[in-house]
């Protein structure tokens, strides 16, 4: 993963789609996988969205639906990871 400088960072929404009424977070190494972020359902319709300031470079992420991992099925950037499953890859560019 690459780190710049503060001023480089960018405004990254995430997405996730699932019947309204679920706990979503998502975690990956920009916040060392601890699922505390958490995307918020604002019309009750099960679209799920976060706001991330990141960096440019490489992130690896899942979501964690009511307590069970996912990846990101509207991504299709994977990369395996060290427990037999797969994380999803996010790039951040420059602007």
């Known amino acids: 993963m690459k780190k710049t400088n503060a001023a480089s960072r960018r405004y990254v929404t995430l997405e996730y789609r ?3 009424g679920k706990s979503v977070t998502v975690a990956g190494d920009f916040n060392d996988w601890r699922p505390e972020k958490v995307l918020t ?9 976060c706001r991330l300031t990141l960096a440019p470079g490489e ?6 639906v009511d ?3 996912r990846t990101d099925a509207d991504n299709p950037n994977f ?6 499953s797969l994380n999803s890859v996010l ?3 420059e602007k």
């Open 18 to 20: 699932d019947v309204p």
């Open 41 to 49: 359902d604002r019309n009750n319709d099960g679209h799920y969205t």
């Open 59 to 64: 992130y690896q992420y899942k979501f964690q």
């Open 67 to 69: 307590g069970e991992w």
């Open 79 to 84: 990369i395996p990871n060290d427990f037999g």
């Open 91 to 93: 790039v951040v560019k």
